[in-house]
């Protein structure tokens, strides 16, 4: 029974769905208890029927809502105003104004409160006020109306009204508050997710495109910015390298697009494990078969040897079959005076000559003659 609770419960959507049943189902209870605390105040008949029917109008709008979860907003309206006609009759039933009755008053505005929303909210909390209140002020001109009940009958049902409800009103706290809570840690979780979808590529686990650029917009800062985070990284220089995966269009025709794709994410996890976050270097997606990757180091080449081990660990790979995946690369330093776009630019140049060089191999500005790295 409690894992079927477990499961209905976590399978409700909506915040508002979820306060519908718990207050529902407490109030049935609430009701019920009610009822038969009546009985042992030896209250009338008329008193425990009228507190037995709003029990049962509970249940049944409980069951309703969980059999047709499409007709919640109705049962909301509708339990509402059962209420506000119901508990005028069970007031006069139950002693008037000596009983606790009045508390069931603030119990049902508090419902409405709670249930609803927007303009049905104020207009059925005004009406079920006019309501309750007209019947506190014709029970006061008409006392022949009212039962009267002995002191202690007073007395205990005020005692065991003020429970009741404050049992029914406490709970129904907790149960709205945990799904909220619920609710917010879901929402909080779901706009995680889309953060980090929004910075990452979803195939490479990498950064992807956007945020490659925009991590290099800090880099390309004022020379005096770069000097400040240098000295807080106590690093020299920022390199940016770009690798391009050999005859990539090549392994997908010969073993399949699946398989493609598992070279890009098991490339992407060798690059990313080469560079250290924790310096602010990272490896981005660039697009396609293309990777950047950002290096923290004192000196070009020292950046280009982390470049070149990267290229060595991807080419040492192993596969299901004799393959071998490469890559080609270029690196070059962000610090030399040029914008961005132009060392773009000239790393995507020496990535192309690393290409026509018979690749596998890390190309450089200092880079003397075409061979392997």
């Given at each position: 029974?409690?894992?079927?609770?477990?499961?209905?419960?976590?399978?409700?959507?909506?915040?508002?769905?979820?306060?519908?049943?718990?207050?529902?189902?407490?109030?049935?209870?609430?009701?019920?208890?009610?009822?038969?605390?009546?009985?042992?105040?030896?209250?009338?008949?008329?008193?425990?029927?009228?507190?037995?029917?709003?029990?049962?109008?509970?249940?049944?709008?409980?069951?309703?809502?969980?059999?047709?979860?499409?007709?919640?907003?109705?049962?909301?309206?509708?339990?509402?105003?059962?209420?506000?006609?119901?508990?005028?009759?069970?007031?006069?039933?139950?002693?008037?104004?000596?009983?606790?009755?009045?508390?069931?008053?603030?119990?049902?505005?508090?419902?409405?409160?709670?249930?609803?929303?927007?303009?049905?909210?104020?207009?059925?909390?005004?009406?079920?006020?006019?309501?309750?209140?007209?019947?506190?002020?014709?029970?006061?001109?008409?006392?022949?109306?009212?039962?009267?009940?002995?002191?202690?009958?007073?007395?205990?049902?005020?005692?065991?009204?003020?429970?009741?409800?404050?049992?029914?009103?406490?709970?129904?706290?907790?149960?709205?508050?945990?799904?909220?809570?619920?609710?917010?840690?879901?929402?909080?979780?779901?706009?995680?997710?889309?953060?980090?979808?929004?910075?990452?590529?979803?195939?490479?686990?990498?950064?992807?495109?956007?945020?490659?650029?925009?991590?290099?917009?800090?880099?390309?800062?004022?020379?005096?910015?770069?000097?400040?985070?240098?000295?807080?990284?106590?690093?020299?220089?920022?390199?940016?390298?770009?690798?391009?995966?050999?005859?990539?269009?090549?392994?997908?025709?010969?073993?399949?697009?699946?398989?493609?794709?598992?070279?890009?994410?098991?490339?992407?996890?060798?690059?990313?494990?080469?560079?250290?976050?924790?310096?602010?270097?990272?490896?981005?997606?660039?697009?396609?078969?293309?990777?950047?990757?950002?290096?923290?180091?004192?000196?070009?080449?020292?950046?280009?040897?982390?470049?070149?081990?990267?290229?060595?660990?991807?080419?040492?790979?192993?596969?299901?079959?004799?393959?071998?995946?490469t890559v080609s690369g270029g690196i070059v330093?962000?610090?030399?005076?040029?914008?961005?776009?132009?060392?773009?630019?000239?790393?995507?140049?020496?990535?192309?000559?690393?290409?026509?060089?018979?690749?596998?191999?890390?190309?450089?500005?200092?880079?003397?003659?075409?061979?392997?790295?």
């Amino acid at each position: 029974m409690k894992q079927r609770f477990l499961h209905f419960w976590n399978n409700i959507d909506f915040l508002d769905d979820k306060i519908y049943y718990s207050v529902v189902a407490i109030g049935t209870v609430a009701t019920l208890m009610a009822y038969v605390m009546g009985l042992v105040q030896g209250l009338s008949l008329a008193a425990g029927l009228s507190t037995l029917l709003c029990s049962l109008w509970m249940a049944v709008l409980l069951v309703a809502g969980i059999r047709h979860p499409k007709a919640l907003p109705i049962c909301r309206i509708v339990l509402v105003v059962g209420l506000t006609i119901m508990l005028p009759p069970t007031y006069y039933a139950c002693g008037g104004m000596t009983s606790g009755m009045v508390l069931f008053y603030l119990v049902t505005l508090f419902l409405v409160a709670v249930l609803l929303q927007g303009r049905t909210r104020i207009i059925l909390f005004c009406v079920s006020l006019l309501a309750l209140g007209y019947s506190l002020h014709y029970g006061w001109y008409h006392p022949y109306l009212i039962r009267e009940l002995t002191p202690r009958q007073e007395y205990e049902d005020v005692l065991m009204t003020f429970c009741t409800t404050g049992i029914a009103l406490g709970a129904m706290t907790i149960f709205i508050l945990r799904a909220y809570n619920n609710e917010r840690q879901r929402n909080q979780e779901l706009m995680d997710q889309l953060s980090n979808l929004s910075v990452h590529d979803a195939l490479s686990g990498l950064y992807n495109r956007r945020e490659l650029f925009r991590r290099l917009d800090l880099v390309y800062k004022p020379p005096q910015q770069q000097a400040v985070r240098a000295n807080r990284l106590k690093l020299d220089g920022c390199y940016i390298a770009m690798f391009d995966i050999d005859n990539f269009k090549n392994l997908n025709d010969t073993y399949g697009h699946q398989f493609g794709d598992k070279v890009l994410a098991t490339v992407s996890k060798t690059l990313r494990e080469s560079v250290d976050p924790s310096r602010g270097e990272f490896a981005a997606r660039y697009g396609g078969e293309e990777f950047v990757c950002i290096f923290y180091a004192d000196a070009l080449d020292i950046a280009f040897e982390r470049a070149d081990a990267a290229r060595r660990a991807i080419s040492e790979l192993c596969w299901n079959s004799d393959l071998i995946v490469t890559v080609s690369g270029g690196i070059v330093s962000c610090e030399t005076g040029v914008p961005l776009d132009q060392a773009m630019h000239d790393v995507d140049m020496l990535l192309y000559k690393a290409k026509h060089a018979g690749k596998n191999c890390v190309f450089s500005v200092k880079t003397p003659d075409p061979g392997k790295g």
